[in-house]
């Protein structure tokens, strides 16, 4: 089975929490049956772009020296493959996309595949849902948005307000939510509203779900089942063959019991399957409806 998770912040914590243990370790990945773990390049706690840049750097080199040791980078989700792990870079605030278009070429050609506009800062780009609802894509975010779909990086909707939301849909893009949930399950302002998973799913889009407990239910008490919930619910907004997971390992403080790490993946698959999720649905949120996605908005075969 292809198995794919479109975010954790593990190269972050690496880069920051030296010797400090990770949720996403490559004996996990092979252990679980990963095919395809993305790896985001995280903006931090400072939006200083100076402080981006040194972050970015040593995110950079953290992951050189993790291909040094044998893991084995995808620049095209589909090259992603059942039985062997491969890891693919994102970026999470677009603080260093503000220095000019010419940028997205270049994390492209790094081998970047998609990008969250902003984290929870207002960039050059756009405004974050932590701020507000209604300051969305600046001038420069739609000409951005507009040369990440000319390259074939995915605008990445998560942390983006609504309005920037709308603004990028409006634009013509295909964007995905890397790691998302439901608001209608959850009223937090991170999450989708039913208005806009229909719209994202109507233009082809896709939410990859995060398992933070906070975005999951109000109270944050969750369970598998409450993940459950959260496809079951997209499902019923047209999310067939759209949604997947986008984990957040590596940057959530609480966990789901019995999902602390990719180890526990395929705990979360049966408990799908226990809630009837089967078949080519099961295997389409396992990992892919991923490889569909970028079929959809980069029709080009995948690079060797």
């Not at 996309?97 to 756009?126: C, P, Q, S």
């Not at 909707?157 to 634009?171: A, I, Q, V, Y």
């Not at 999951?216 to 759209?242: I, K, V, Y």
């Not at 698959?269 to 226990?274: E, F, K, S």
Request: aromatic fraction near 6%.
């Amino acid at each position: 089975m292809i198995l794919c998770d479109t975010h954790c912040d593990t190269l972050y914590a690496l880069a920051t929490r030296s010797g400090q243990a990770t949720d996403v370790t490559m004996e996990r990945l092979q252990k679980a049956g990963i095919s395809l773990q993305t790896l985001a390049l995280y903006v931090g706690g400072s939006p200083k772009k100076e402080d981006v840049r040194v972050l970015f750097d040593n995110m950079l080199r953290v992951f050189d020296r993790l291909k040094d040791q044998g893991w084995q980078q995808a620049t095209d989700p589909r090259e992603a493959e059942d039985g062997k792990v491969k890891v693919m870079l994102s970026i999470e605030g677009c603080e260093l996309l503000e220095d000019g278009l010419e940028t997205i070429g270049r994390w492209r050609d790094k081998g970047v595949r998609m990008a969250a506009i902003t984290w929870n800062y207002e960039n050059g780009l756009g405004t974050p849902a932590k701020l507000n609802s209604t300051e969305g894509l600046k001038p420069y975010g739609r000409r951005a948005v507009r040369e990440m779909v000319r390259v074939g990086m995915a605008p990445d909707m998560s942390h983006l307000n609504e309005r920037g939301f709308w603004d990028t849909l409006e634009l013509g893009a295909v964007p995905l939510a890397s790691h998302s949930c439901c608001r209608a399950l959850c009223g937090h302002c991170r999450n989708l509203t039913d208005e806009q998973l229909k719209a994202l799913f109507s233009v082809g889009g896709y939410v990859g779900l995060n398992f933070y407990p906070d975005f999951l239910s109000d109270d944050g008490r969750c369970t598998l089942d409450t993940l459950a919930d959260h496809l079951l619910h997209m499902l019923s907004l047209g999310g067939e063959g759209m949604i997947g997971f986008g984990s957040d390992f590596d940057g959530i403080e609480t966990k789901v019991p019995g999902l602390d790490n990719p180890l526990d993946l395929p705990a979360l698959l049966d408990a799908l399957r226990r809630r009837g999720i089967t078949g080519e649905t099961l295997a389409g949120i396992a990992g892919k409806n991923l490889l569909a996605y970028y079929d959809r908005i980069d029709p080009k075969p995948a690079r060797g």
